[in-house]
């Protein structure tokens, strides 16, 4: 196997760190015109130094509504900007929206134009760079371009902006600690002997094999094969992803020792070297690595809290709010198998999907677990909002759902449910403006294709963890409900509120988002 080039540990997750400017790099001034008003807040001088000093870039993104009314001048703006940068050190991009907000532009938080514009400045890809701000809009706007959003509050944070932040820290020096902290996420750990055949063994989800996709990657640059073990749900989604050589699909055993002992038998035919044992947060590896050491495999990576005893060779451990395609990846980078270098580690499926994209709206309903997918009555005023303010709807659903998706798309919308499989429904959402669903396997595929998705998400499970990965997206939903963290499948509430109280012109505002231009 020709030896490939490895991305290492200390490059971190992030490129650059974009900041807003009031409120975050200098105390807050109304209309501030004159630049001896500027005052730094606390500690930005000795964060920024940490990041600059770390290799990252640096740039500002800020709205200035007060140019737009006239309130001050562009030139005074940009004069209390150099003055910013005389006390702060230089920064690498500055991008400044002077639009007030009955102008309706793309640039705006929460738009997305000014990040997407200082990634372009920068020449980094948006989902490398971090947005630190102090309020909602700044976070949202990094989820609209597919970046990180961390929230540094202050006495102008809301208390419901807090508690919604995927990630948030408690000042700035914190949060340039937790931007350094994740170059050693993706650390590559001892590279292992002669490595031929590796097991890949993930849960039977299809949202956990497509998040796994990078870490899948990540073991086949390394190996002669990659074979991998999962359920009859997991087995759909892993033949359109790269590096898969072979698939071994096993249901669970209801309790027979045969079923186990098939298994042991088909692991131990495929002579294999090694094994990474991926699992979803919360689960145990030790029941699977047992089996695996009963098959002969004397090589067994995981995550695990647990002491493991003989049961694992590599026992890793990652942050908590670590997204699932990265927590996944750091544990093959710590079993010794890190990414090629240009593989930008974000989820991919080997579907050919060029043609451009669209102007269509998907809409998916159904989830496998009903508490995670979209209420039926929203979901049918969500389509109508759409359809009445001009867009094109298509509703999908896996095979059963004819039922609800035949009722959501009603006469107004496209109705393709039980019609495609996972591999035409990937084909029809890269083709497709965003996709609109709740926290199911689609989103994850919408992800792997690059499709923008309005992500209406039960907090059942962190959003840090299992929203959309590394693509523009925009959260609706009760962050704060009390199903939050519970990890429940069904929802037992009339009318499912974390969800079913959304204002659906909310949606129309977050397709209106993503599909702007």
Same mark, same amino acid.
């Given at each position: 196997m020709a030896k490939q080039e490895i991305i290492h540990g200390p490059r971190g997750l992030f490129d650059a760190v974009l900041f807003d400017r009031d409120n975050t790099l200098i105390r807050e001034v109304p209309r501030i015109d004159d630049p001896d008003l500027v005052v730094p807040m606390? $500690? #930005?001088?000795?964060?920024l130094d940490l990041l600059r000093g770390a290799g990252l870039r640096? +740039? @500002?993104?800020?709205?200035?509504? %007060?140019v737009g009314f006239g309130y001050t001048t562009r030139a005074q703006a940009e004069a209390v900007n150099e003055r910013i940068e005389r006390l702060l050190g230089p920064f690498d991009t500055w991008q400044m929206c002077c639009h007030t907000p009955a102008d309706g532009c793309g640039c705006r938080k929460p738009a997305p134009g000014l990040i997407t514009a200082a990634a372009r400045d920068l020449g980094v890809p948006a989902h490398r760079c971090v947005m630190i701000g102090d309020i909602g809009p700044d976070l949202q706007a990094a989820a609209a371009a597919g970046a990180t959003g961390l929230l540094v509050p202050t006495g102008q944070t809301c208390v419901a902006e807090i508690a919604s932040a995927p990630h948030r820290a408690p000042s700035l020096i914190g949060a340039a600690?937790?931007?350094?902290?994740? =170059?050693?996420? #993706?650390?590559? /750990?001892?590279? *292992? /002997? &002669?490595? /031929?055949?590796?097991?890949?063994?993930c849960p039977d989800s299809a949202s956990d094999v497509l998040l796994a996709g990078p870490a899948l990657r990540a073991l086949a640059a390394h190996a002669r094969s990659v074979s991998l073990l999962t359920g009859a749900h997991g087995a759909g989604v892993a033949r359109l992803l790269p590096g898969v050589t072979r698939l071994l699909e096993w249901r669970t055993p209801g309790g027979g020792r045969s079923a186990v002992d098939s298994l042991v038998d088909a692991v131990q035919c495929w002579q294999l070297d090694e094994a990474v044992v991926f699992t979803a947060a919360g689960q145990s590896p030790l029941p699977t690595a047992l089996l695996l050491r009963r098959a002969g495999i004397g090589r067994i990576s995981a995550i695990s809290d647990e002491h493991p005893g003989d049961l694992l060779d590599v026992a890793h451990r990652v942050p908590g709010d670590l997204p699932d395609p990265l927590r996944a990846l750091s544990l093959a980078a710590a079993a010794g198998h890190a990414l090629p270098a240009g593989d930008d580690a974000r989820l991919r499926t080997t579907l050919a999907t060029?043609? +451009?994209? +669209?102007? =269509? #709206? @998907? #809409?998916? *309903? +159904? %989830? $496998? %677990?009903?508490? =995670? /997918?979209?209420?039926?009555?929203?979901?049918?005023?969500?389509? =109508?909002t759409l359809v009445h303010a001009g867009h094109e709807v298509v509703v999908t659903g896996a095979p059963g759902d004819e039922e609800l998706t035949a009722e959501v798309a009603g006469d107004l919308a496209g109705d393709l449910g039980g019609r495609t499989d996972l591999a035409g429904l990937a084909r029809l959402l890269a083709g497709s403006a965003c996709l609109v669903t709740g926290n199911t396997a689609p989103a994850h595929l919408a992800s792997a294709v690059g499709t923008p998705v309005v992500s209406v998400f039960a907090p059942t499970v962190p959003y840090a963890r299992r929203g959309p990965y590394a693509i523009p997206h925009v959260r609706l939903g009760d962050p704060h409900a009390p199903c939050r963290g519970t990890g429940i499948v069904v929802c037992e509430l009339p009318g499912h509120p974390? !969800? $079913?109280?959304?204002?659906?012109? &909310? @949606? !129309?505002?977050a397709v209106n988002l993503l599909t702007r231009g």
């Open positions: 606390p $500690g #930005v001088r000795a964060a640096v +740039g @500002v993104v800020c709205d200035q509504p %007060a600690e937790w931007i350094l902290d994740r =170059r050693h996420v #993706v650390r590559p /750990g001892p590279t *292992p /002997g &002669a490595t /031929g055949n590796i097991l890949a063994v060029g043609g +451009g994209r +669209g102007r =269509r #709206v @998907v #809409v998916h *309903p +159904g %989830a $496998g %677990a009903p508490a =995670r /997918g979209l209420p039926r009555k929203w979901a049918v005023e969500a389509v =109508r974390c !969800l $079913g109280e959304v204002d659906t012109a &909310a @949606v !129309l505002a």
